[in-house]
């Protein structure tokens, strides 16, 4: 159980254009989901909360008409990097929270980002 | 503001060596979680520490949370290779530590 997917799982793309990402909860339903962006060899930066049918929470220094989130289900949101550029490049991973206990989150796999 | 101090930050050891990671704040926390985490994929959660003094194993791990409830380690014995990857513990208001990258050679 508890299991988050994303896609793509990889994407490359040229700078100017948008790209969509997206995490599902497979088998439970999540009010909140969170995005964090990872460099390599770092830890997890949290860039924003986002809630099933509300706005979603920006971390500061994240710029909100750039990463828009949209949290349209309780097992679905997507991330939209617009107008990427090659400083987008990263691994964008998604996690979701359950309701069980103890804040645990479960990530997805991760998204690779490279805008050429 | 919460902060997750992790120690050490990289650490290179031989197949079959014990080794400790630290994970400290100044802050009580109510949780604390560790993850391991592979290049190119996102964590896997380990394990999560509610109480105070509370000791958990997960087979070669020991996972320890400090009687304050402000700090907890990591213990592996006899380290394989497949321990190799990224080690973040994490609590509170999703505060992730820097993280320890662990190299296990054979």
């Known amino acids: 159980g508890a299991v988050v997917s994303q896609h793509p799982s990889w994407v490359i793309c040229k700078s100017g254009t948008s790209v969509k990402i997206e995490c599902r909860s497979l088998?439970?339903?999540?009010?909140?989901m969170f995005w964090y962006r990872q460099f390599p060899k770092q830890s997890l930066m949290l860039m924003a909360t986002?809630?099933?049918?509300?706005?979603?929470?920006?971390e500061q220094g994240v710029e909100k008409d750039k990463f828009l989130i949209n949290h349209a289900s309780l097992t679905l949101s997507t991330l939209t990097v617009t107008s990427a550029h090659p400083e987008d490049s990263s691994f964008y991973i998604c996690?979701?929270?359950?309701?069980?206990?103890?804040?645990?989150?479960?990530f997805g796999p991760g998204t690779r980002l490279t805008v050429l | 503001t919460q902060l997750l101090e992790q120690s050490p930050q990289f650490l290179s050891i031989q197949e079959g060596e014990n080794l400790t990671v630290y994970c400290n704040s100044s802050?009580?926390?109510?949780?604390l979680q560790w993850y391991r985490q592979e290049p190119g994929e996102g964590p896997v959660l380990l394990v999560t520490?509610?109480?105070?003094?509370e000791v958990k194993k997960l087979k070669r791990l020991t996972f320890q949370f400090g009687d304050a409830r402000k700090d907890s380690s990591l213990h592996i014995t006899a380290a394989q290779p497949g321990d190799t990857g990224l080690y973040l513990c994490?609590?509170?208001?999703?505060?992730f530590g820097q993280g320890t990258e662990l190299s296990v050679k054979p």
């Open positions: 996690s979701a929270k359950t309701l069980r206990f103890y804040n645990e989150q479960f």
């Open positions: 088998d439970f339903q999540a009010t909140t």
């Open positions: 986002s809630n099933e049918g509300s706005k979603a929470t920006y």
């Open positions: 802050s009580v926390f109510s949780s």
């Open positions: 520490v509610v109480t105070g003094g």
């Open positions: 994490a609590g509170g208001k999703l505060i």
